[in-house]
């Protein structure tokens, strides 16, 4: 079988040799008339559906395209968010150990603060009871001056007695 292809004009201009009785010559051009005609609308259906197809690539493609876009889109996004996680957590530890740094720094300034308050707490107690000593001391000087003002007092009294009664 032949199987070129066939255009609705050259069916409808197709003529046959006619042998014997033959068939019926308005019967075959009305049904080659038929065929054509399919043929024509089978043709055109097919260039429509063609161009409905490559509207449809085309449409596909737009998408496919956005589907891309959309795509590294997502993949940038979920790369950013996990750089921001990544800096977010860095930036948290770092966050972390200056605090933990200053609170250590902190701690050893007030015990070297407590240190020097206990030191001072004894350098003063120390003076205060070297001032209570010589305060005691002091207080023992001036008894004793007492006294002996007291001893002198009597004494100069026997003496006015004396006088008073020896003269």
Do not use: C, W
């Not at 292809?5 to 046959?16: A, V």
């Not at 737009?62 to 876009?69: A, G, L, T």
């Not at 948290?92 to 407590?114: F, H, P, T, W, Y």
Request: overall charge negative; proline content about 1%.
């Amino acid at each position: 079988m032949n199987t070129m292809k066939l255009t609705p004009q050259e069916i409808l201009t197709q003529k046959f040799n006619l042998k014997g009785k033959g068939y019926d010559k308005d019967e075959v051009a009305a049904f080659l008339g038929q065929v054509a005609e399919m043929l024509e609308h089978d043709s055109l259906e097919k260039d429509e559906l063609k161009k409905e197809v490559d509207r449809l690539k085309k449409f596909l493609a737009k998408f496919e395209k956005r589907e891309d876009i959309l795509r590294d889109t997502l993949i940038a996004a979920q790369k950013f968010s996990e750089e921001i996680k990544t800096n977010a957590r860095r930036e948290a530890e770092l966050v972390i150990k200056e605090a933990e740094i200053k609170a250590e720094d902190i701690i050893g300034s007030a015990m070297n603060r407590q240190r020097e308050l206990r030191e001072e707490v004894r350098n003063l107690k120390f003076k205060r009871q070297e001032i209570e000593s010589d305060l005691l001391n002091m207080l023992n000087s001036l008894k004793e001056l007492i006294e002996s003002y007291r001893k002198d007092d009597v004494e100069f009294d026997k003496v006015e007695y004396l006088e008073k009664h020896v003269s």
